[in-house]
């Protein structure tokens, strides 16, 4: 495997699985025994749940537009094989 193919997956699994970390410490407004209220009542937890869906989101958009641009993912590379 070349040294740019293991740069590319090393830092992103290094991503994903920081964010998969990262859900799973018990910080407040990730996971509370506690009634936290927010906006309108609702509990401070679901807000933290909410914003690192989005930002996992955006890393799996970003994620697709760099890998797309790879040769493994090119049609013509597909073609030669």
Same mark, same amino acid.
């Given at each position: 495997?070349?040294?740019?193919?293991?740069?590319?997956e090393?830092?992103?699994?290094?991503i994903?699985?920081?964010?998969?970390?990262?859900?799973?410490?018990?910080?407040?407004?990730?996971?509370?025994?506690?009634?936290?209220?927010?906006? !309108?009542?609702?509990?401070?937890?679901?807000?933290?749940?909410f914003?690192?869906?989005?930002?996992?989101?955006?890393?799996?958009?970003?994620?697709?537009?760099?890998?797309?641009?790879?040769?493994?993912?090119?049609? !013509?590379?597909?073609?030669?094989?």
């Amino acid at each position: 495997m070349d040294e740019d193919r293991k740069r590319f997956e090393r830092k992103w699994f290094g991503i994903f699985i920081f964010l998969y970390l990262l859900i799973m410490i018990p910080f407040p407004f990730f996971y509370t025994k506690e009634y936290i209220p927010l906006v !309108s009542g609702i509990p401070l937890f679901i807000f933290g749940w909410f914003v690192h869906t989005v930002i996992t989101f955006v890393f799996i958009y970003l994620f697709y537009q760099e890998s797309m641009k790879r040769p493994e993912f090119q049609d !013509s590379a597909v073609e030669e094989e």
